[in-house]
């Protein structure tokens, strides 16, 4: 024979009525990340105590984007359904939503930045440790790859610098040899100058050498 449905009901034992929330959390929990990792899924598991303490359960991606999906899905539901927005009870509706998602990204703050740990459970804080390293990942990812763009954009730069450097020193080449060809027939005319000086400072001496000679001999005539 088989087991006979068990009537769903509020358990009145307190103490029965907490180790069966924490086994049925717990499955539960288990049940979330397993339809996440074979089905591929993103689920965003929130669950309260009767304390008013706080459960969840995030796929690879946070919380915060499930939430934000699920609100962008939900506004798409009410455009197409058209409700009367201006009814107190619409208000109310949305102002428990945005107070409740307000209070669960003001307590994942405060998780990942470390406080408030001392109620987590060890499945709550592998989630937020399998949270946190995605995001370190992300966030390393990133810093490498603005490393790598900064670092091709310097040797860009230093191969401009290179080209840049070379044309200078082509130019400055050119000139030189420009000079050195244009000093190279004022040198050759100065020096026939300078032969041609000498050369007549020699026939000077000569004809002054000479002269005395002549008055000598016409002295003795």
Sequence with gaps: MGRGR????????????????????????????????????????????????????????????????YDRYSYAEKKLKEPDLESPASWSLEHAKLKARMEVLQRNQKHYMGDELDNLSMKELQNLEHQLDGSLKHIRTRKNQLMNESITELQKKDKSLREQNNVLAKKIKE??????????????????????????????????????QNLSSSNIS
């Design 6 to 69: 068990v009537q769903l009901k509020r358990i009145e034992n307190k103490i029965n009525r907490q180790v069966t929330f924490s086994k049925r959390r717990s499955g539960l929990l288990k049940k979330a990340h397993e339809i996440s990792v074979l089905c591929d899924a993103d689920v965003g598991l929130i669950v309260f105590s009767t304390k008013g303490k706080l459960s969840e359960y995030a796929s690879d991606s946070s919380m915060e984007r499930i939430l934000e999906r």
């Design 175 to 212: 000139k030189e040899n420009e000079l050195a060809a244009w000093d190279e027939p004022q040198n050759n005319e100065l020096n026939s100058s300078c032969f041609n000086l000498a050369q007549l400072n020699h026939d000077l001496n000569v004809t002054c050498f000479d002269q005395p």
